[in-house]
């Protein structure tokens, strides 16, 4: 240290010198040093204690050992913390929808739309927003098992193969989706058997149609329905927004037409239906009627339109006979004016209007009959050029495999990824049939029903782990790529397995491939030759994984097109229509499928069970739906506990009551009820993660809890699961517990059907008078009234705003999840919404107008507003929310002390306050916790966590921010390219991406150049709650509804009414 | 002082011909003898009501405020309601002591103290709430006093209402507290020099701060006593008026009015007055003080609680009708709904309690007859408690429709309002046994025999 000649600097002449500085110039001389009575320096000695006291609290602790390996070089491609997009596929359901996959630090973390894929275009359904929660979800199966013992990979495959060499008959029973290469993988597997058949099944396939198709067109092919191009719209009671196939091409088609600045005239949609379903809701007109008549209807308009535009065709007149408007009239109980006046109206716009059915065989006929004399064969509907490939399913099928499985020939079936053990209903005897079989093999992301029949269970990947391909419409090729690999060891894809079984058994596979990924890429090789596209494989294959797929240039010209009609085939129609029923009596029960769930393979995600129906709110669980008519006369009310007997089962379920439903309809939501040992569904004690969402307490405070997972229906449909049954339905007397996010209001509550019109919140107006006046129903401009604020001063050159379209929103909630799933918001369980603390930064609010029999609804997104002068600001004590300098309403989380002023200040209410640490309590921080045996049974959950947004801990107010970590992002990155301003649409909030709809706009309200600041100039454009002046950001507009002529419709109501008078008396109807 | 000519009029305010040494040994009869068996009885049920109190607190702060009935439609509940009851309860206290010292109502002197002590335990109840409602209290304790530091603009929000209470109600505990405390002096001195055990001895001499009873010692207490009523006096008025903007500082439709400062201000006194009716009517008979606060008292303090009843009863009434005239649909709607929407029985609870209960006091019998008053200042404090949830509860139906939402009260909330009661008795009873329940040296200077003695040396000259 002294050592003054050596070093290469030098402080001073004198020190270069070499002279020894003066001792009091030395100021960091330490005199205590040179009496130090050891060699160990006093900071050595207090380093070592210090260390050694560490050790001895270290020791204590039970962290776990951790062998961290550090990358000493950075991957390729690879920055830590940097977002890194793929290309891909969805294959949550059959519709293959193109989709990004957001990954940060190679954890898949937010799935969304591709806007240039030709299926999906850029919208993404709920469930596909959810399914990094699947992914994460602890409860995968992680190891094979046989006969219920874990055993690995390696055993299992011995174990099957000594099965599988002496099998003889095998079957193979998976899901529906479109893809060559699991198709051609599973035939070359059970070609290697003397006897192996594939069974395809989906439980909401489109049987029905595609039976009808071929009834009507010869080959079970199902249209593309160009919705865009229809004028009119008939509805028979399909629910399209939430059935059928390609539902969110449908979606995003029927909003692109309601855009008002963009046609002359909105499209009009006629729903003819018993329950009030999703799509009835987006109606502009409804039609109740028996959900078992809605054929009847469609076959008495189809009559109607025949004679209107001369059809001659003798199959269809015949089929049609049966059913003149008068009779049909006289058995439901529609004014025949209404109906003539759809026929009429329909007519007027053939070769633009579109008929769309329920899943059952009669109102599909009817839908088909009616497009083919409304001339939607070639314009709408796409039959020939690039029709849906989507399903390629019956339920013959599975019917069959059923059948065959009983006789017990059946040596081995595998079940690939379905649940028939709950899916199928209790009528169709799968359990008791596969029993029969020799060996039951279920390939299975979770112990599912299926896999608690099956003696060996083999663990699947998740499909984001997977490779794979799929045609969802002819010429439409999508690439599905894995992006993450299996977060476990043991477990493989079924394409996988089925490639290794068929190599093991000594028979070639296809494009004699080992894994999925060659059997991908043979599988892409025919797609470029069957394109002819030109240059080497990998170039095209590279290509296509940066596109997610590959579309010819001729295909998508070819789309645009007009395609060639199907001609009507010679099958016999009249029996497939059948004669007109008489009028059925008493009570039909209505099961449907509900838009979330759908048919409960997602039941153990928390995003999917808390995600309000769009239609009753509910949440967690199902509920005996009763139309405001029945509900008096059987003396019921929401939370009612009623008792349903159909089939020869029943059961007790709590009441909801919807406006708008058919007297003598209840609905009941199918895809609840699983009885599979998962956490979400019967809150398996053993583990710790999720029970809490799932249990309902008893209401009495005896601390009884239940688990909340509704009723299961499909126990008692039919095979047709949706065909409505004969029911009695009465009063327990008890009371029944639901879990909703909007009850109070309608129900609970007893607003009067006036409260809420005056309030101009959200606003809906009819088509005629809009088109008189372009600002009709829409609030004064009250920014003429005195403000003692002053205009807001920002000094950023953009400030953001947004415009939600409520004509375009059709409220399938997507956008809920997104932006849960995106900002990291937790879901709190049955209990904690029904005392009103759900999360949701985003919250769809559902309007009833007009009557309680006849109501129209209107879904309004909403979302923090981001007022100017926001009143949450204000009375905020410790300033933890306050305004940027680009007009967001911010808040500072680390800031917050919880007094919540600021959310009962809010007229909005979109602040969410967390009333306890919502994510700990589901285990979602147990990284370490682990059970008895040595497991982490929550490990994999905080994955799923997005690490750019704040994960919020008890006692503090949350809310939407406007995605501010996307506009955050956008603007580094616009700045990086040495832009002064984002460009517009650069920046996409979740909500906005996710929406198939595309009600959402987000942008730079300061340039009136963006498409948003266009829209908040739009004349019919208003602002919620304007007149308090506190200045919000988010623009509306109005819901613009086509009402067909209300002569007719309010003859039909008189008549209506008239008929249920003289039906009062019907048997049933006493409680 | 006031002359003494008035009072001659008058009915006496010590009764039952007690001498002036009497006074010393009634008041400190319960400082020195073992508490009875109804003490003990009531003492122990407080404090068992404290301790609950104290676990529910705990357990509530563990967990978080999912335990009560508040939600996300109605982000405050009862810990508000509680607050603003007990800051209104808080209110008799030094109106008693400071007002009406300044109005030279003499009656005063034998309620005060224990008038002012049950203002500072209220005032104590009441502080424990809005720092334990907020999510993390811990927080807030430092977050919300605007003490200087490095972190920039981060500062308190001096627009908010809810830091204007943070000083309102600290100035009035601090001022009330040092009032309090005091005028206790003497008196202290009074049980100093009659304590025996050397520790009681010390104690008292400790906070009697060496009280000899001068004429110097008597100058300067009546000049700052003077003082600080001057300074509560605009206080009384203030803390309700800045509690009161916690709500009418909003912009919520039944909350944003202009008309709740003097309401609540009247509402406060109200309240406070029932609440010493509540107190002194068992408290003079467990503690042998009938002599002391007489019936008299009790009927002049029936007198305001029937005007400050008609007053708040007065504004209900203008509130509503202001509302339904206005032509303000939110603001109609929100008084409607109060009246007839789903807690319109907590509103008519609290019209009946507030409104017709205090005009029973228009008659003299009821006004003089203790059982009558003790149980229509319940029903007083019942429909006051009433009030503030009637108000807070307009929260569950604000702007939004599908955001209506409803409140119900679980257990935990029951048990803390309970239980804060707990803590108020416990005090209470705690001051009654160990501090001189009423003011001896101004009872004293009040006292009949006093009052001759001056009217006598009056007469001489």
């Known amino acids: ?1071 | 002082m006031s002359t003494p000519e008035t009072l001659r009029q008058r009915r006496p305010l010590v009764t039952g011909g007690k001498t002036v040494h009497d006074v010393s040994l009634d008041v400190c009869a319960p400082a020195e003898r073992w508490g009875s068996r109804g003490y003990w009885l009531g003492f122990s049920t407080s404090q068992t009501a404290l301790f609950i109190y104290l676990c529910a607190w705990l357990l509530v702060q563990t967990i978080g405020l999912k335990l009560v009935g508040i939600n996300n439609r109605m982000d405050w509940g009862s810990f508000i309601v509680n607050f603003v009851f007990w800051v209104g309860i808080g209110h008799a206290g030094t109106l008693i002591s400071a007002i009406l010292f300044l109005f030279r109502q003499n009656w005063r002197t034998s309620i005060n103290r224990a008038a002012e002590a049950m203002t500072v335990f209220a005032v104590s109840c009441a502080g424990v709430f809005p720092m334990l409602h907020t999510g993390r209290p811990w927080l807030a304790i430092l977050f919300v006093f605007p003490y200087p530091n490095f972190r920039g603009p981060l500062w308190t929000n001096f627009r908010s209402p809810l830091e204007w209470d943070v000083f309102a109600v600290s100035t009035y505990a601090t001022v009330s507290v040092l009032f309090w405390y005091m005028g206790m002096i003497p008196d202290l001195a009074t049980l100093r020099d009659r304590a025996k055990h050397p520790i009681r001895k010390y104690l008292y001499g400790l906070f009697s701060m060496g009280w000899r009873g001068s004429m110097r010692h008597w100058v300067h207490y009546e000049t700052a006593y003077m003082i600080f009523a001057a300074l509560a006096t605009p206080l009384v008025l203030s803390v309700h008026t800045i509690v009161s903007f916690d709500f009418a500082v909003s912009i919520l439709p039944g909350w944003h009015t202009t008309i709740f400062p003097p309401y609540f201000v009247a509402g406060a006194i109200f309240s406070g007055f029932a609440m010493v009716v509540t107190l002194l009517v068992p408290a003079r008979k467990l503690f042998h003080l009938e002599d002391y606060i007489t019936i008299d008292h009790l009927e002049v303090m029936n007198k305001i609680i029937l005007l400050t009843g008609s007053l708040v009863g007065f504004s209900y009434i203008t509130e509503f009708f202001i509302a339904v005239y206005s032509g303000a649909p939110f603001e109609k709607f929100a008084f409607l709904n109060r009246a007839f929407g789903p807690f319109g029985w907590a509103y008519w609870i609290m019209m009946s309690c507030n409104l017709i209960t205090p005009q029973f006091f228009w008659f003299k019998k009821i006004r003089r007859s203790i059982p009558l008053m003790f149980l229509l200042s319940i029903f007083v404090n019942i429909g006051m408690w009433f009030e503030r949830y009637v108000i807070v509860v307009t929260l569950t139906r604000a702007f939004v429709m599908p955001q209506w939402g409803t409140y119900v009260m679980t257990f935990w909330d029951a048990v803390i309002l309970l239980g804060s009661f707990g803590q108020f008795m416990t005090l209470f009873l705690l001051f009654c046994r160990v501090l001189p329940v009423c003011n001896m040296s101004e009872i004293k200077a009040f006292h009949p025999d006093t009052l001759r003695q001056i009217r006598e040396s009056h007469d001489h000259e």
């Open chain 1, 1 to 1071: 240290m002294s050592d003054t000649h050596a070093s290469h600097e030098w402080k001073s002449p004198e020190q270069r010198r070499g002279e020894v500085p003066a001792a009091s110039l030395n100021e960091f001389q330490n005199p205590a040093r040179l009496e130090e009575p050891s060699d160990s320096a006093r900071r050595d000695f207090l380093k070592i204690m210090g260390a050694g006291a560490a050790a001895v609290g270290f020791a204590g602790c039970a962290r776990p050992v951790e062998k961290i390996v550090p990358e000493v070089n950075r991957p390729e491609q690879f920055t830590p913390g940097s977002k890194v997009w793929y290309a891909s596929a969805c294959q949550g359901c059959a519709d293959a929808c193109g989709i990004v996959v957001k990954t940060i630090d190679a954890r898949p973390l937010k799935l969304e739309g591709r806007k240039a894929s030709l299926v999906g275009r850029g919208g993404l359904c709920s469930r596909a927003q959810a399914a990094t929660y699947d992914l994460y979800d602890p409860e995968r199966l992680q190891r094979p098992l046989v006969a219920g013992e874990a055993v690995s990979l390696k055993a299992f495959d011995e174990t099957l193969l000594v099965e599988l060499r002496q099998a003889r008959s095998v079957r193979w029973l998976r899901g529906a989706y479109p893809s060559e290469v699991k198709r051609r993988s599973v035939e070359a597997f059970l070609a290697t058997f003397q006897d192996g058949r594939e069974t395809v099944w989906d439980p909401i396939a489109p049987d029905a149609a595609l039976k009808v198709q071929e009834l009507l067109h010869g080959s079970r092919i199902l249209p593309r329905i160009r919705l865009d191009r229809a004028d009119r719209i008939l509805d028979l009671g399909s629910d399209f927004l939430n059935l059928y196939w390609g539902r969110l091409d449908l979606a995003r088609d029927l909003s692109h037409r309601r855009d008002l600045d963009a046609f002359p005239e909105p499209p009009r949609l006629t729903s003819v239906e018993g329950l009030l379903s999703h799509t009835g809701t987006n109606a502009d007109d409804r039609i109740q009627v028996r959900q078992s008549q809605v054929a009847d209807v469609g076959f008495a308009v189809a009559s109607e339109v025949a004679g209107i535009v001369g059809d001659s065709d003798p199959r269809i007149r015949s089929a049609l006979a049966p059913y003149s408007i008068g009779k049909v009239s006289a058995a439901t109980g529609i004014a025949p004016e209404v109906l003539k006046a759809l026929a009429v109206d329909l007519a007027k716009h053939r070769g633009k209007a579109v008929a769309l059915g329920a899943p059952t065989v009669r109102a599909q006929l009817a839908a088909g009959i009616l497009n083919i004399l409304l001339g939607a064969e070639g314009t709408v509907l796409d039959g020939t050029v690039s029709p849906s490939y989507q399903f390629e399913t019956g339920t013959e099928d599975i019917a069959a495999l059923v059948a065959d499985l009983d006789s017990g020939k059946v040596d081995i079936l595998f079940v690939d990824g379905v649940n028939p053990a709950y899916g199928l209903p209790e009528s169709a005897g799968f359990a008791k049939a596969a029993a029969k079989a020799k060996l039951v093999v279920s390939l299975a992301l979770h112990k599912d029903e299926t896999a608690e029949l099956a003696r060996m269970v083999l663990p699947t990947t998740h499909w984001l782990e997977d490779w794979n391909a799929a045609e969802p419409q002819k010429g439409v090729h999508q690439l599905a790529q894995p992006t993450i690999s299996p977060l476990y060891k043991e477990v493989r894809s079924s394409t996988d397995s089925l490639l290794a079984w068929t190599r093991v058994l000594g028979k070639p596979t296809p494009w004699n491939a080992a894994t999925a990924h060659d059997a991908v890429q043979g599988h892409w090789a025919d797609v470029q030759s069957g394109a002819a596209v030109a240059g080497t494989f990998e170039a095209f294959w590279e290509d296509s994984l940066r596109h997610g797929g590959h579309v010819s240039h001729a295909l998508r010209v070819a789309r645009e097109g007009a395609p060639a009609p199907r001609p009507l085939s010679g099958a016999d129609l009249v029996q497939a229509a059948g004669p007109l029923s008489p009028p059925p009596e008493g009570i039909e029960l209505a099961p449907y499928w509900p838009a979330g769930i759908r048919e409960g393979a997602q039941a153990n995600n928390p995003h999917i069970m808390e995600l309000p129906d769009p239609v009753t709110k509910q949440v967690w669980g199902n509920a005996v739906l009763v139309g405001p008519a029945r509900a008096a006369l059987l003396g019921v009310k929401t939370e009612d506990l009623v008792h349903v007997k159909a089939q020869g089962s029943e059961f007790d379920l709590v009441a909801l009551v919807v406006p708008g439903q058919h007297k003598d309809v209840v609905g009941v939501a199918l895809g609840y009820g699983r009885t599979a040992k998962l956490r979400l569904l019967d809150g398996n004690p053993e583990l710790p993660v999720w029970t809490r969402l799932a249990y309902a307490d008893d209401g009495k405070g005896s601390g009884t809890k239940t688990p909340a997972v509704g009723v299961d229906v499909l126990r008692i449909s039919k095979t047709e699961t949706v065909t409505p049954l004969a029911a009695e339905v009465s009063r327990t007397g008890r009371d029944g517990r639901l879990s909703a996010t909007q009850l109070q209001q309608d129900i609970a509550n007893q607003a009067k059907p006036g409260d809420g019109e005056w309030r101009q919140i959200a606003i809906q107006v009819n088509w005629e008078e809009y088109e008189k006046d372009r600002k009709v129903g829409t609030p004064e401009e009250e920014s003429k009234l005195f403000t003692v604020w002053g205009d807001p001063v920002y000094k950023s050159p953009q400030q953001w705003g947004m415009a939600i379209d409520m004509n375009r929103c059709n409220g399938c909630s997507a956008c809920v999840v997104g932006c849960s799933v995106e900002n990291n918001v937790p879901m709190v369980g049955f209990e904690e919404v029904r005392r009103g603390r759900e999360m949701h930064w985003l919250r769809i609010d559902r309007y009833f107008h007009g009557e309680l029999e006849e109501p129209q609804v209107t879904h309004q997104i909403m979302v923090c507003q981001q007022c100017d002068n926001a009143p949450c600001e204000t009375v905020c004590p410790v300033l933890a929310t306050t305004h940027s300098d680009d007009g967001l309403n911010q808040m500072t989380y680390n800031r917050c002390i919880g007094t919540r002023y600021c959310a009962n200040n809010c007229p909005y209410k979109v602040r969410r306050f967390n009333w306890t640490n919502n994510w700990k309590a589901q285990g979602m921080f147990d990284l370490y916790e682990k059970t008895d045996d040595g497991r982490t049974p929550n490990a994999p959950l905080a994955m799923a966590f997005n690490p750019e947004v704040t994960v919020r801990s008890r006692g503090v107010m949350e809310k939407c921010t406007f995605c501010v970590q996307r506009v955050q992002n956008a603007r580094y990155e616009s700045k990086e390219l040495g832009l002064e301003k984002v460009p517009d649409g650069e920046i996409q909030t979740a909500c906005q991406q996710s929406c198939p709809a595309e009600a959402i706009v987000f942008g730079d309200i300061k340039d009136p150049t963006t498409k948003v600041s266009r829209l908040i100039r739009s004349e019919r454009g208003y602002k919620v709650l304007d007149w308090l002046q506190v200045k919000p950001n988010v623009t509306y507009l109005p819901r613009v509804r086509h009402t067909a002529d209300r002569k007719a419709v309010s003859a039909a109501v008189a008549a209506k009414k008239q008929h249920e008078d003289g039906a009062h008396e019907a048997p049933g109807a006493e409680p």
